[in-house]
Structures are given as C-alpha cells and as structure tokens.
C-alpha cells in the first residue's frame, strides 16, 4: 500500500527558507516518479517539480523562477523540497505524489499522478 506523509509545512515571512519532507512507501522507487505540487487558495493544483526513481534526473516547472529544489534520502525513503526567497503568492497546501515516467523520466502533469499524500500547509505573511 503506497503511503505518502508531507510535513514541515509553516507560517514563514516573504523571503524566508522552508524545506518540505515526504516520506514515501509501498511503492518501487525504481520504476516511480515522485513529484510535488502546490494548491494555493481558490487556484488549480500545479506542478513544483519531480524525481525519477529510473534515471535519477529532476524537472522543474520553468514558471516557478528556480526558488524550488528537489533532493532525495533513498535511505529514509525521503523526498524533499527546498523553497528559498518565499513569496505571499507561494502559499498554499503542497503535496507530494507518485506517478508513472515516461520514457525513464518524470514529468509534473497531474494525470501522470495517482497516489497522493495528505499535504502540508505552507503560509507566508508578514
């Protein structure tokens, strides 16, 4: 049974750091992608960006400015994010996912996602 738990979400101030943690199992991390998305209030879901589990690569949305970095604990079964430089418009829930790749990459399009977690709520505000 495939489990995802985010955590580390918070109230930051603009411009501050947060590092978001998803540990997930149940699945092959070999053959999954692992992606994370954000909902900010009264807004679509949106893809951050995502892990292969195959080759190991990372894509990033190319909207998002490169505030946003992924890295891996495979030891702790363990996904993280790294905001930096926060934003008022990057509150919202994130949440991370497990999806198919394609073609032994990862790609951040909903569809491609079928087990999610819970999310973790991220407020920044003065």
């Known amino acids: 049974q495939v489990q995802l738990v985010e955590s580390g979400g918070d109230l930051v101030q603009p411009g501050g750091s947060l590092r978001l943690s998803c540990v997930a199992s149940?699945?092959?991390?070999?053959?999954?992608?692992i992606g994370w998305f954000r909902q900010a209030p009264g807004k679509e879901r949106e893809g951050i960006g995502c892990f292969s589990g195959d080759d190991k690569s990372k894509f990033y949305s190319t909207a998002l400015k490169g505030r946003f970095t992924i890295s891996t604990d495979s030891a702790k079964n363990t996904v993280y994010l790294q905001i930096h430089n926060l934003e008022s418009d990057d509150t919202g829930v994130y949440y991370c996912a497990v999806g198919k790749i394609l073609f032994r990459r990862c790609v951040i399009d909903l569809p491609y996602y079928f087990d999610w977690g819970q999310g973790t709520q991220v407020t920044v505000s003065s």
């Open positions: 149940g699945f092959t991390w070999d053959n999954s992608a």
